[in-house]
């Protein structure tokens, strides 16, 4: 916050500001950002593109020797610093951001920074004009020395928030007004090393309440309506609410930003990217609320060591902030540069570039980007299936944008900016560098990559699954109403014995054919845990109650091989009462249908073993099938209205309820295998 009283600001009596008449008939100026110190280039960059001036927003590379002193660079700056330097090649980069503070420092220097100490020298000079606001890491002391007249370099204008140009060219007065430095909003109230309103320190600058006022006060100090206003910024207006309420109150028609560090330029209006306006208000609101919590916080301490001059200042500023553009209505129209001021955030000087053409009054734009590398999704190979080896798919960020972290600089060969070729799927070498693609690292990509295509290939599985599960039982029903296909009619489709050839079917894939004669087809999942195997079926008359006990008792010697019993819920269409009896193992399950007692309490119980489903639906469909489906369930019925039917519980009118003679003759005569115990 406010670590010390700021001094007088040293705002003139009259603004700083010059008219340069560049070409009354036809223009172009180049506007570019973050160049980094790598300065010799915007000479090449201005003879390219035919441009007559370059606007720069931030970034520039204002650094010299005496950046590396005491209170100078941080360690936590000069390592970013290091990270994105044009001077140094990439894999060295990567190798020198890996060392200590200690080593970085011994290596690095200002001939690895930034050419700013050979074009104040004039061994660079500058051949078009060049404008330019300073960006999040500069020397604030250079900056000083500009503003204090120190220092004065041909064709070099720094706009702030004191300094203004107008250049004048193809019919058109361009107005710039420039504000640098980051947008942090806790320190909007603190110069750190700066004097005046200018603040920053330690190789980082940023933005002051102060700045936004007396920027504010020389706008309408040069207020032209004749002119076009170009409001040059670091920080972009399309993200910061505060950045974009200084463009209404100094009536900008036009805004050029950089910060956000894209591969690809935007351009756009308000009005193109809200919603609606309420959008547009929404986002001014926010910047305001969040200005409005540091002010309140620290309203006593600056206030407490203003001049008055700072206080009109502050009054500008705080303008600013209260500017919320009002709500439509019958008394206020909305706010003119809903649509009418154009934004254009550019991407790094290495990526990409924005040309103004003017001629005859009119301003057209050509932005060009870098963009983003595809070329890999040619050499991309299908999902990996079961019977395909691993495949290294790309990484999933290659092409996302880096959102919060700079991209990397500008390199000196221009072959070296943009990549020709798609990365290799081929894994590397132990010890040679990491390949990267659009500034992602793919090796360090690779490993959660694989993890990603291994869960889709699992999923993709369940699904082929459910589907050939789906397809079976569809197919299963079809067979119900066609009848059974003999087993022989697809003997003869089947591969000769110990071959390993897959079976294709209409039904779905097939596992390899083997000796077991199997036709392979997949077994339906169903989800469910397989059932016990060593079960008994005991079927009793609706009503009939007896305990654990009771029934362990039943089984005799077997019984203390008995692991559970379980009783089903009665069902009322059965009018039977069931249960299940789990054993050890198959040998006391077959002691137990063997050797059970004759009665269970006064009855005499149906008694087998527990078998499958497909194993009961199977035998159903034997000589006793009627017409219709269910396995005979036709003819049982008509047993029933005889008074004949099997197992005495289950009959109609003539069944009995009971009695021993027919439950004996059930326990002999088994028409069908009972239904598997429940799990």
Known sequence: MASRPPTRSPLPRQVNTQTAVLDTHHGRVLCIADIRGHLSVLNDFARDHNAAAIIHTGDFGFFDASSFEANGINDRTLRHLASYTPFIPSAQREDLNLQPIESLRSVVNISLLSEFPLLLSGQIKLHVPVYTVWGACEDVRILEKFRQGTYAIDNLHVLDEATTRCIELGGVKLRLLGLGGALVPHKMFDNGDGHATIAGGQGTMWTTALQIGELVDTAQRVYDNTETRVLVTHASPGREGIIAQLALVVKADITISAGLHFRYATSYNEFSVQGDYEGFRHKIVVGKQGFDRVWESVRPQVEAVMDEHQKVLMDKALSVVERVPPVPSQSANEEPAWKNCWNWNLCDAAYGSLVLDVKDGR?????????????????????????????????SNVSQAPTTAPTPAPVVAPDATRSTSPPAAASTEKGSPTNKINGANVNAAEKAEREKAKKKEKKERKERERAEKDKDKKDEKKDEKDGDTPQSANASALPESGSAATVSSELGPKSPVTESGSSGMRTPKTGKPPRHPWTIFMRMPIG????????????????????KIHWPAANPHHRVKIAYVDFEDEESMKTGLDKHADKLKDIVPQVMKATDKETREGAGRGSLRGRGRGGGAYAARGFAAAGLTKGGFKGGNGGSTGDAPAATQTSTAVSAPAPAAET
């Open 363 to 395: 301003i057209s734009a050509d932005l060009k980007s870098q963009g983003f590398n595809f070329a890999y999704r040619r050499t991309a190979t299908t999902l990996q299936t079961p019977s395909q080896s691993n495949v290294t798919l790309p990484p």
């Open 544 to 563: 009939f109650t007896a305990t654990d006990a009771e029934v362990k008792e039943f089984f005799g010697e077997a019984r203390t091989k008995i692991m």
